[in-house]
């Protein structure tokens, strides 16, 4: 079938673009963004995605406000066009491609609702392409990723309580992502097979005229499956970043890290990351946890709002939880993103440690499948 995507130059196979190159029922194209302020009184994520082989468009976003996580999720059938980027009261907006973007949650029974405008800090710039197969990882995932730092203004309303949020005050990352990764429902298992862990550790972080990023999957004893690293120069005014930034984006040599973790959890509260460089002397970044966002807010193995699964031809819920009263090492609960307070020297700056950390992980001294520190 023919969308509004057919009349521009974007086609990669002799097919119309809403039919995938891919019969693999785990097909996704997603965008995904976070913001939060530098003393940790505010923290909201977002998340969205198109499942092109489930037939599902599905949406989250949650927010941390006075000690309690409030989520709001919905999903639909997939639309026909892929320009057609909302769920029920959910939209995106693309303003400029790369550049800026608007998210508005409409008025709903949940009581939750926004209008947020994206402005960036950077330019877009990808990762290597990820490939990670099922002896790797228990699963198939293989994707690409591109990155951007930025602002958030704009509203957010959590019942009868309004939050204004400021860009001189609340700072984000823009990820935008596309392939093969698990959604959806389970597919039958086939042959028993003993259950992979992995190590997934994600570390966007802004700066006063810069951006650092490190992101990377370890096996149980360490080894790299796959890791970037970058530096890119940041800039006050939207309007002087380059659309491409190949020459003065850095690209790091090694990244290394030593982290700690809360007892009892698998969650890493502090710590260093070694940013090697090529020419210059290591980035030793110290990282200092101010909160802690669970990425089920936003659907990331969710028992109800899982990704991809299907619920109505438009189906919305809700739910929070207090922070101090969540089941650290609840599987559901391990996927989170801590907001850290970085300082460099004599620079500080403020982002997050995205993790996920299942099975033996000799770093972080676990030798069990759920072992807590």
Known sequence: MLTSFDDYFIHQTPHPVTIPSTSDRHAYD?????????DGSLFFGI???????????DCGFSVIHDGVQHCFHASRRMPVDPADMSVGPFSIEVLEPLKSLRVVIDDNETGISADL??????????????????EMIGFHMEA?????FGYWKGTINIGSESI???QDEVYGTKDRSWGVRPVGESAPPGAPRDPKGFVFLWAPIHWNDHATHVG????PKGHRWHWDGFIIPAYTDPNSIPKSEEESLERLLNVRHDLTFAPGTRRATGGQLFLERVDHEPLIIELEELLTFRMKGIGYGHPVWRHGRWHDELAIGTNS????EVDEMSLENLHVQGLMKVTSGDQTGIGVLEQIIVGPWAPGGFKKFLDPA
């Open 30 to 38: 997603r965008y995904w963004f976070n913001g939060y302020t530098s």
């Open 47 to 57: 998340g969205a995605a198109r499942y092109p082989n489930l037939g599902v468009q």
């Open 117 to 134: 405008t994206w402005i960036p800090r950077t330019t877009s710039f990808a990762e290597d392409h990820q490939l990670l197969t099922r």
């Open 144 to 148: 690409t990723r591109f990155n951007q």
């Open 164 to 166: 204004t949020v400021n």
């Open 216 to 219: 990377l999957f370890e096996d």
């Open 321 to 324: 939880w207090r922070l101090d």
